[in-house]
């Protein structure tokens, strides 16, 4: 049973599905509460993410589990309706709720740390801007004058000497680390390759 309640973690991939206006909506709503309520828990790890969602699904989405099986034309709750399920509700979640991409990230983190075959690189140049957005993102001027923006997305060696102002980059010449992932950005509901920073040196 938990591996059925754990797949819809898979949500945060790129999936296209109907727009259901009825259940669906209910459950995410339930969910979005929930996690609401929650809003002071940490997620270390990717098995602290699982075992909340997990925990979610039973209290709040079970009680539901017989008209979401209804709206798909099943009749039983196994690990392929539980994932077709669970994928839904998570897409819901990732346009409506703003706490979820909170609980997502070590999950996020664990994605982008098993991508092995990912392309990766180093920029050197000038920092002209760090921005917010969906994510926060850091503008740089190569040496050949063309502007790049990478987005600062997990922990990397020596973040904790920006962490608390990332604005003193600016005008610094660095040399930047990074790896591309497919990031989720909820104003466009679209995924995007972006480079993310795995480092940053000072020149």
Request: net charge neutral; aromatic share 10%.
């Amino acid at each position: 049973m938990r591996k059925i309640l754990v797949l819809f973690l898979l949500c945060f991939s790129a999936v296209s599905f109907c727009q259901e206006k009825n259940i669906y909506d209910t459950a995410a709503e339930k969910m979005c509460a929930y996690i609401g309520q929650h809003s002071d828990q940490t997620f270390a790890t990717q098995q602290d993410t699982q075992m909340f969602f997990a925990e979610a699904f039973l209290e709040v989405c079970m009680p539901y589990i017989d008209r979401l099986l209804a709206v798909e034309g099943l009749e039983t709750f196994d690990e392929a309706s539980g994932k077709k399920i669970g994928v839904k509700i998570g897409m819901k979640l990732a346009l409506m709720c703003p706490g979820y991409l909170k609980v997502m990230r070590p999950v996020m983190k664990n994605e982008i740390n098993q991508r092995a075959d990912e392309a990766a690189g180093t920029l050197r140049g000038t920092v002209t801007a760090v921005m917010q957005d969906d994510y926060t993102y850091i503008r740089v001027k190569l040496d050949d004058g063309s502007l790049k923006r990478l987005v600062w997305l997990t922990y990397f060696k020596e973040a904790e000497n920006f962490n608390n102002d990332p604005q003193q980059l600016v005008d610094k010449k660095v040399s930047l680390e990074w790896k591309e992932v497919q990031l989720y950005f909820r104003k466009s509901h679209s995924f995007s390759t972006e480079k993310i920073i795995t480092a940053v040196r000072l020149q």
